[in-house]
């Protein structure tokens, strides 16, 4: 039997406590009697308080100040506006501490993926605290890096809709530091996942190069769902192989390759009966009268064509007989005997309740006496721009070292620092089952999470929007991700000549700006916070009002009377965006109705509650 020695120690100090508070409770009364209770009473809670979990010293940074005597607000960079159709999406300039304040107002509980890739704080000039740089020197290095990061994780979680799911980057510097800081905002229920991923060949077969240690070739992605029991079930990450040149691989390496039937003719389908599952839901049985199956090679010689172009003219017919051990499978072998048939081939329809096919009718071909169910090739391959791919599952290991040559052109600028493949951003985004979300990226570097979110776009046909922000150190905001954002969305042409098509999207680019209210009534600075609320209603509906004459905006009422009283500016307008405490007259709400315009109330917190963060 083993003793919390711990335990005992706690308990032994709150007995300490306990009679130390009654001695002084026998004393007489005075303020320092008082304070010294109150003392105990928080000596006492922390003694009672986590007894597991990462414990590091807590820091205060420059931006807390700031954000303690300060509004932020967002004002507008019109000249970077872009507009060519597709999705509103944001760039937000500024530390992104203000920015996620401010993303509070307009999103809590609306984000449904967060992509984030912070410092690594490797001491070599990634992390920057307070205006300086945090080295390997600093005694507070991983103290600082958990605070900065802590407050920012709990302004992550209180965005993310029941759904949504967050992907951090990191390398394993503080890859322990961060699962367990991790396990506390968001807990540990709701861990999903690491993902390692290989994001570099390592030369040389010693694999040193790096004082003692082994050469560093992976970096980490920690997976948190904000419920888990409300998240949806992602679509599987999946590696694309070109699938003849899989079936020569196999070839070459002798091995079996099963995917050697054709099923030319589907048959004529003919109903002969039905069994139930294990719920007592029907199965439909068919006969397939007339079916016609061939191999691989008695095809090349009937058509006279190549084993390559087999595949391809018939990859969605091609299958392989298995024993699959189900419970329907004996179902429809008894079934089969029941009835008396002794086709060869024969089909079933009924509604799955687990798996891919849950909840949709579905069909399924079977072989023979013994019933080899098809397993086909188009369950494991897809078609990408008229090429067959074979699709392989990966799990929690994702090799990316034959995807990052020329990595640092990507999107035709240069950031040769932590840059993030296209291709990885996009597996992520495209892990979520629903392609009509939002994604945000607080840590936005170059903008990659921005690029893959329109690229995925274009890829699948979705509607995802994205958020992301970052400060403008070193000119990156606007000399980096703006201008690679830019390029994706009108299009650019590479050093070596090669061109990348237009992407439909729209981009708006907002500042963080700062009002000061400290020893201010709310009325001394109301008016300022009234030029920044346009920036917000954008922010939260992904409208753009600057040329647009189907939406208005109205905060006063000097606004709305001259909304009013000029024709042209309502005539075409189906949405108003109106103050919430502005009252329109009769006749103002008699036109309004007339022509039909949609009126929404800008939020109170908008004006009141900006400040208190």
């Not at 740089?133 to 920012?152: A, C, L, N, P, Q």
């Not at 990885?424 to 690029?451: C, M, Q, W």
């Not at 995925?456 to 991700?481: H, M, S, W, Y």
Request: hydrophobic share 35%; charged share 30%.
């Amino acid at each position: 039997m083993s003793t919390n020695i711990s335990k005992q120690k706690r308990e032994d100090l709150l007995a300490k406590i306990k009679e130390i508070r009654t001695f002084i409770s026998a004393a007489p009364q005075d303020e320092n009697t008082g304070n010294l209770l109150s003392y105990l009473s928080d000596l006492e809670k922390d003694v009672n308080g986590k007894k597991y979990g990462l414990v590091f010293e807590e820091h205060r940074e420059e931006i807390d100040e700031v954000l303690a005597t300060h509004t932020p607000v967002l004002t507008e960079q019109s000249d970077l506006f872009i507009a060519n159709g597709g999705k509103m999406n944001f760039l937000i300039e500024g530390d992104n501490l203000a920015s996620l304040q401010l993303l509070e107002k307009t999103h809590k509980g609306k984000i449904d993926l967060i992509y984030i890739d912070p410092p690594y704080n490797t001491g070599n000039q990634d992390f920057i605290y307070d205006d300086c740089y945090v080295d390997t020197e600093d005694g507070f290095r991983h103290s600082k890096w958990i605070s900065f990061m802590t407050k920012r994780l709990y302004a992550a979680r209180s965005l993310l809709t029941e759904k949504g799911v967050i992907f951090i980057q990191i390398s394993d510097i503080e890859l322990a530091q961060l699962r367990l800081l991790c396990d506390t905002v968001f807990g540990e229920d709701n861990f999903l996942n690491i993902i390692s991923v290989n994001m570099k060949n390592i030369a040389g077969a010693s694999g040193g190069g790096e004082d003692k240690r082994f050469k560093k070739n992976c970096e980490y992605i920690l997976v948190y769902a904000k419920n888990y029991s409300l998240m949806p079930l992602f679509n599987g990450p999946y590696e694309y192989r070109e699938i003849y040149s899989v079936v020569e691989q196999y070839r070459v390496e002798g091995k079996n390759w099963h995917y050697t039937s054709v099923l030319v003719e589907r048959g004529d389908k003919e109903y002969f009966g039905s069994t139930v599952d294990g719920n007592g839901d029907e199965i439909k049985l068919y006969r397939r009268k007339n079916a016609v199956v061939k191999s691989v090679r008695q095809v090349m010689a009937d058509e006279g064509i190549s084993e390559k172009e087999v595949y391809y003219k018939y990859g969605q017919c091609i299958f392989e007989a298995k024993d699959a051990q189900s419970s329907i499978r004996t179902r429809v072998i008894n079934a089969k005997k029941q009835y008396g048939i002794t086709d060869d081939i024969i089909s079933i329809e009924y509604i799955p309740k687990t798996g891919k096919n849950k909840g949709t009718l579905y069909e399924q071909f079977y072989k023979g006496d013994k019933c080899r169910l098809f397993a086909w090739l188009g369950d494991i391959s897809e078609i990408i721009d008229g090429l067959l791919y074979k699709k392989d599952l990966q799990g929690t290991y994702w090799d990316y070292t034959s995807r990052i040559n020329n990595l640092t052109k990507e999107g035709n600028v240069e950031f040769g620092n932590g840059k993030k493949p296209i291709d990885l951003l996009k597996r992520i985004i495209a892990l979520y089952p629903d392609n009509e979300i939002t994604v945000l990226d607080f840590f936005a570097g170059s903008g990659s999470t921005g690029h893959a979110v329109i690229a995925q776009n274009i890829e699948d046909g979705g509607n995802r929007q994205f958020i992301l922000c970052t400060n403008n150190q070193n000119g990156i905001c606007r000399e980096k991700t703006y201008v690679r954002l830019s390029n994706v969305i009108k299009g650019y042409t590479t050093e070596n000549g090669k061109a990348f098509e237009p992407m439909p999207a729209s981009l708006k680019y907002f500042k963080v700006d700062y009002i000061p209210v400290s020893e201010r009534m709310y009325y001394e600075y109301a008016d300022e916070l009234l030029l920044h609320i346009r920036e917000l209603v954008e922010l939260e509906n992904g409208v753009n009002f600057t040329g647009n004459a189907e939406i208005g905006i109205v905060l006063t009422e000097e606004e709305l009377d001259e909304f009013i009283a000029n024709a042209d500016s309502f005539a075409k307008c189906r949405k108003l965006y109106m103050g919430h405490d502005l009252l329109p007259s009769e006749e103002q709400e008699r036109v309004l109705k007339k022509y039909g315009i949609e009126i929404s109330i800008i939020p109170d917190y908008y004006y009141r509650d900006l400040q208190e963060g």
